[in-house]
């Protein structure tokens, strides 16, 4: 049996998912009238877990449950880099978990689609072969998995098509046109793998479904809640009003600040991430930033 933790618009897709193949439960810390639902606690007492909640809450939630959590085998579903820490989510899973039980789960993935059973393809990354496989098993036919080695490039590519969908929104949003978005997301994808190698990520990762899969299709779409912050941005909305009207998560808001701290720190060119922080950091005016960026 699985748990998924996280009953937001992804953990629930992925248990709609994969409870067509494998018996699975689900939790969150709001009670959802979802069958199968059940307490954190009994959720914590299967071997496998899905952990599907927003990147900036996972070292608090590993912090309060890391008796329970130690020796899980564990998917991380989530899309970010902590902002508090700087550090990546395999750095701060290591902290409570033997890398071995670790795996990431990424790629071109709208929740929605995936609850209506429209084709998918992801990447599952671990250092552990056996372990990718396993949780490989636990999706139906509809969602084809890759397997990958390369954690840090599939989390990175995760995380930072984000930043690059918020910019995508303000393009759009600014009307510049499809040439500039087209530059712009190319850059992006360029960009996200500078940072990822700095790391030592692969590049073939950037150029798969985790990377420019998962970008052409956030930067992409009113579907993305990254590319609605960058649209409605754009068109002049305090993020306050955004994030409050989204009533989701739009993790490349949180992403933006660790990656300005850790380029910034690490010397590494990332000009759209940059943008992307000063208009939400430090107020600059949306009309002057990507128009500079694509000048
Ligand atoms: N929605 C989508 O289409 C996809 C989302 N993702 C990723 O899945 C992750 C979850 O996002 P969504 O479910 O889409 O957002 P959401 O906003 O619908 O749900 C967020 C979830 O995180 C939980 N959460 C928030 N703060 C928490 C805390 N302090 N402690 C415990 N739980 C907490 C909420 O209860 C909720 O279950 C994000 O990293 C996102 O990037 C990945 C692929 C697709
Ligand atoms: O990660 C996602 C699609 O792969 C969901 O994107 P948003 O978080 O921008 O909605």
Avoid: H
């Amino acid at each position: 049996m699985v748990s998924v933790i996280g009953a937001g618009a992804w953990g629930s897709a992925i248990f709609y998912a994969i409870s067509q193949k494998i018996e699975t439960v689900i939790t969150s810390r709001r009670k959802r009238n979802i069958e199968k639902f059940v307490s954190l606690e009994k959720a914590l007492k299967n071997e496998y877990i899905i952990i599907a909640i927003a990147s900036q809450s996972i070292k608090d939630f590993l912090e309060t449950n890391k008796e329970k959590i130690k020796d899980k085998k564990i998917l991380i579903a989530s899309k970010g880099i902590d902002n508090k820490t700087n550090k990546f989510l395999n750095e701060i899973f290591e902290e409570y978990v033997d890398r071995n039980n670790l795996a990431f789960l990424s790629g071109p993935s709208f929740a929605k689609e995936v609850k209506e059973n429209k084709p998918t393809a992801l990447v599952i990354a671990s250092q552990n072969e056996k372990l990718a496989d396993k949780f490989s098993t636990f999706f139906p036919k509809f969602i084809k998995i890759y397997k990958s080695n390369d954690v840090i490039g599939v989390e990175v590519a995760g995380a930072y098509k984000n930043v690059i969908a918020i910019a995508s929104g303000i393009c759009e949003g600014l009307n510049l046109g499809n040439n500039a978005k087209a530059a712009l997301i190319a850059r992006g994808l360029v960009e996200m793998d500078r940072f990822g190698e700095f790391f030592g990520a692969s590049k073939d990762t950037f150029l798969g479904v985790a990377g420019a899969g998962d970008l052409f299709l956030t930067a992409n779409s009113t579907m993305s809640r990254n590319y609605r912050v960058g649209l409605n941005l754009a068109k002049g909305k305090t993020l306050d009003d955004i994030l409050k009207e989204l009533k989701e998560v739009a993790e490349g808001v949180y992403t933006t600040k660790a990656i300005y701290n850790i380029a910034t720190k690490k010397g590494i060119y990332t000009p759209i991430a940059n943008e992307v922080y000063k208009i939400i950091y430090e107020r600059k005016k949306v009309k002057d930033s990507l128009r500079d960026l694509l000048s």
